[in-house]
């Protein structure tokens, strides 16, 4: 796996950055404890694999069919990076996260398999995300790697949320004594997005 340590470390920092879901596995985790919160992250993680599946089909199927249009994808996918960086920059995700109505761990788990399923900008990323670690010449071929780099992410994404999940009572408490933390979080996501875009656009 090419550049495994890289893809590894934009996985964490993606992850750890404020988004839908992982604020979701924080307010879980704040209105209904450390249980819920890591049937969340569970959940969510889950539904990578159906993200990986539709990103290594589609890619392959691009990459046999037109170099070229793999390379266009890349320089989309380039732009669409900077641009949910900008949209994190205005954001207020984390400072304004709520808490949420108690509900059974198996709907828990349920509802956020099915809404990480369910988000087309979720199935967007990995298509302009996991090609930028790809060789496509290697021995393993496309589809191959794209598995293998979603499996890694599910993993880290397992990890990363569970973390969010356990802590989440304390989290809370540091966002309610420190609403501009959230801000703040919210800004260095958009920086992240916005270098990492950056980067696909100017990697050969």
């Not at 979701?24 to 890591?38: E, H, K, M, P, T």
């Not at 984390?94 to 900008?121: C, D, W, Y």
Request: proline share 5%; charged share 10%.
């Amino acid at each position: 796996m090419p550049n495994f340590l890289l893809f590894l470390a934009a996985s964490v920092a993606i992850t750890v950055a404020p988004g839908p879901d992982n604020l979701q596995v924080l307010a879980r985790g704040i209105s209904q404890g450390r249980l819920a919160g890591v049937v969340a992250a569970l959940g969510f993680a889950f539904g990578v694999i159906f993200h990986t599946t539709l990103a290594a089909l589609g890619i392959a199927a691009l990459l046999r069919s037109s170099p070229m249009a793999f390379q266009a994808v890349k320089l989309a996918g380039a732009a669409y990076l900077v641009w949910i960086g900008i949209k994190a920059l205005r954001s207020h995700g984390l400072a304004t996260a709520h808490e949420r109505p108690s509900q059974p761990l198996s709907t828990v788990f349920r509802q956020s398999v099915i809404g990480n399923m369910l988000n087309p900008k979720v199935t967007l990323f990995f298509i302009v995300f996991l090609p930028q670690f790809v060789d496509p010449h290697g021995a393993q071929g496309v589809m191959l790697q794209m598995f293998e780099l979603g499996g890694v992410f599910m993993l880290q994404t397992v990890v990363v949320f569970s973390l969010f999940g356990i802590g989440a009572g304390m989290i809370g408490a540091w966002l309610k004594r420190r609403p501009r933390l959230g801000v703040w979080l919210d800004r260095l996501a958009g920086v992240t997005f916005i270098a990492l875009g950056i980067r696909v656009a100017l990697r050969d």
